[in-house]
């Protein structure tokens, strides 16, 4: 289960708005080994595609470098499907590089950059194996 | 002394879960061929076809590979390797 306060869902929502139709990604960092989602970090979709998103390289390794300081890890990774359903696609599956992350996917399919239905879903993806999971919204 | 290299979470399956290993060379491709020697297999995930793989990210002392030479990248006693993979999906 991915335990998730409102205002980060609502922040991944208005970034996938915000990018449409190009895929927006970012993460949620937490202290390491807590599960918790704390801080929510914009990153770079190096490839500005409606179909495909990469971190940019270099902002990736800064974040890298500032968690390895702070002792954060990666609790989410989200990114938006802006044409397709939100759950993982061939590709999300077979690049998937963090096994301890929630892999949140936003679908703006349906509603585009307007203020329209999203569909906000939670995965786990280790070795090629995708099992969804349920979001609790903190109060 | 030698070279130091951190390892991510999904790799450390080849690590015994160790963040970091230890391995001598003056290339990262002789300090890769070495710390595969003690965590086999580890290497293969790095790299494919003698170049980097494509969504694995290497950097030594804060410089991406890439820019520096690839798997020829210098290294020396001391220096810090750190394997990046990309974040990436569709």
Do not use: W
């Not at chain 1, 989410?76 to 892999?103: F, G, I, K, N």
């Not at chain 2, 410089?63 to 810090?80: I, M, N, Y």
């Amino acid at each position: 289960m991915l335990k998730i306060a409102p205002e980060h869902v609502d922040a991944m929502i208005a970034h996938a708005r915000e990018d449409h139709p190009d895929e927006a990604c970012g993460v949620i960092v937490g202290p390491e080994g807590s599960d918790v989602p704390t801080r929510l970090i914009r990153m770079i979709n190096a490839e500005r595609s409606p179909t495909f998103f990469r971190f940019e390289p270099e902002e990736q390794f800064a974040l890298y470098k500032q968690m390895s300081t702070t002792g954060e890890e990666i609790v989410v990774v989200y990114h938006s499907h802006t044409a397709t359903e939100a759950y993982p696609s061939r590709t999300d599956v077979s690049l998937a590089s963090e096994p301890q992350a929630h892999y949140v996917i936003v679908s703006t399919a349906e509603s585009g950059a307007s203020g329209g239905r999203v569909s906000v879903r939670s995965f786990r993806i280790v070795d090629g194996v995708v099992t969804e999971e349920e979001i609790h919204i903190t109060e | 002394m030698s070279v130091e290299v951190r390892i991510p979470t999904i790799l450390r399956t080849y690590t015994r879960g160790e963040k970091a290993v230890h391995g001598n060379g003056t290339t990262l491709q002789e300090v890769l061929d070495d710390i595969d020697a003690s965590n086999p297999g580890l290497k293969d995930r790095i790299v494919e076809a003698e170049a980097l793989r494509r969504f694995v990210n290497v950097y030594v002392n804060d410089e991406d590979v890439r820019f520096t030479g690839g798997l020829k990248a210098p290294t020396v006693d001391g220096d810090v390797v750190v394997v990046l993979p990309a974040v990436a999906g569709g």
